[in-house]
């Protein structure tokens, strides 16, 4: 007779092919934060399809589903997805290419969709062979603030029941397929936006005496941030500054009045993220009065650092050693990336692991956020059957 993990992983042979289309619709029809009105129909009418009590229009465009094994009462665990997507200009020549121009699942929250919903049908089916209640979470906006791990949270995702563990996946193309990765403990960075206005006088460039040139101004700027990070943060913190959007709307021989700046400021310390950024607004605002300008300095802070907890995490990189075995678990570093998921692990316990979706032999290397994204699909099989691993080896068995 078939033991549990063995039909697990047949049955995510079984439901490959139907998650890889479940994949390529939601790819082929991607939406931005916030308005992914049609993914979330599509989302409810596979869920209706299972058989799977869930609700809709949590926090708009959210859903939460419900699989109740034996005993439902006993333990509750939440799994989540996301399934926003991006504003790129998809340059994949695939069958499933975006259909909706300048839109893209380039972060690979179709996979993450996908392999959620295929884990639920797995978990369906075997659900008299589990004691408690898996939350199924899936979450729109995780692409732009406030996130929507945060808007679903303050509607009550988790609560009622409320799960005592928690577990979201991502892809990662610097994985190959068929390997998954962990890390316990801080693992991503806060992630705060900062917008610059630097105001001066402008004029004819070639009578810059006469002027306060911002675009100079802008520059000392940015080197002074860059020595708050160098100089002030303690070693054994990391930090990240960086400043991706530069305006000034003058020419080669016009100076102009104004200059904005956007950039984003990543830490994994609290107390460090405050102090950086009193220092951030008082050195820019001290830098342009001392060139004669003015500085409007804004910081919008944004997710906090993700922890993972120790405990769950090394459990879950347990599960998935004995699903995958031990060649294909890895650990991995801290990243300076950021993820909503991190208010989700404030509030319960949570492991955020990594699946590997690359196969050079097949040209699957771009990076996440680039116009050629792509997965190996056979990621998929690991990526329901995993989550679905996962969850019945934390709920107890029958």
Not at 12 to 19: C, G, K, L, M, R
Not at 67 to 92: M, Y
Not at 220 to 229: K, M, N
Request: aromatic fraction near 8%; charged fraction near 25%; proline fraction near 5%.
């Amino acid at each position: 007779m078939m033991n549990l993990e063995q039909r697990i992983k047949t049955l995510a042979d079984e439901y490959h092919p139907d998650v890889v289309r479940i994949r390529r619709h939601i790819h082929a029809h991607p939406e931005l934060s916030f308005q992914e009105f049609k993914t979330a129909k599509f989302i409810a009418d596979e869920l209706r399809a299972m058989n799977i009590e869930h609700t809709e229009g949590v926090a708009d465009t959210g859903l939460v589903g419900i699989i109740k094994g034996k005993n439902p009462e006993r333990r509750t665990i939440a799994l989540r997805s996301d399934h926003d997507a991006l504003p790129i200009v998809e340059q994949n020549e695939v069958p499933y290419k975006s259909q909706n121009e300048g839109i893209m699942h380039a972060c690979g929250h179709d996979v993450h969709t996908a392999s959620l919903l295929g884990a639920a049908r797995i978990l369906n089916e075997v659900r008299d062979n589990f004691q408690g209640t898996i939350k199924l979470i899936f979450q729109p906006g995780e692409e732009r603030d406030p996130g929507g791990a945060s808007l679903m949270i303050k509607a009550g995702v988790l609560d009622n029941p409320r799960p005592g563990k928690i577990y979201g996946q991502h892809v990662f193309p610097d994985l190959p397929v068929g390997k998954v990765g962990f890390r316990p403990g801080q693992y991503m960075a806060s992630t705060d936006e900062i917008y610059v206005t630097i105001k001066g006088k402008g004029g004819h460039a070639a009578l810059a005496y006469k002027l306060v040139d911002p675009i100079l101004i802008s520059s000392h700027i940015i080197i002074a941030l860059q020595q708050i990070v160098s100089r002030n943060a303690r070693p054994d913190i990391p930090s990240v500054l960086s400043f991706g959007k530069i305006t000034g709307k003058g020419s080669f021989n016009i100076i102009p009045d104004t200059v904005t700046m956007e950039g984003t400021f990543r830490t994994l310390n609290e107390e460090w993220r405050e102090k950086a950024h009193r220092l951030m607004k008082k050195v820019a605002e001290g830098v342009a009065a001392s060139m004669s300008g003015s500085c409007d300095f804004e910081i919008r802070k944004g997710y906090p650092f993700l922890v993972n907890d120790p405990e769950v995490t090394q459990q879950a990189k347990n599960h998935a050693i004995k699903y995958l075995g031990e060649d294909n678990v890895v650990d991995l570093p801290v990243r300076m990336t950021g993820e909503d998921f991190a208010y989700y692990s404030q509030q319960v316990p949570g492991c955020f692991y990594r699946l590997g979706i690359a196969n050079e032999n097949k040209g699957i290397d771009a990076g996440l956020h680039t116009s050629r994204f792509n997965i190996d699909e056979d990621a998929l099989k690991i990526g329901m059957g995993l989550m679905a691993w996962i969850a019945c080896s934390e709920l107890p068995l029958d």
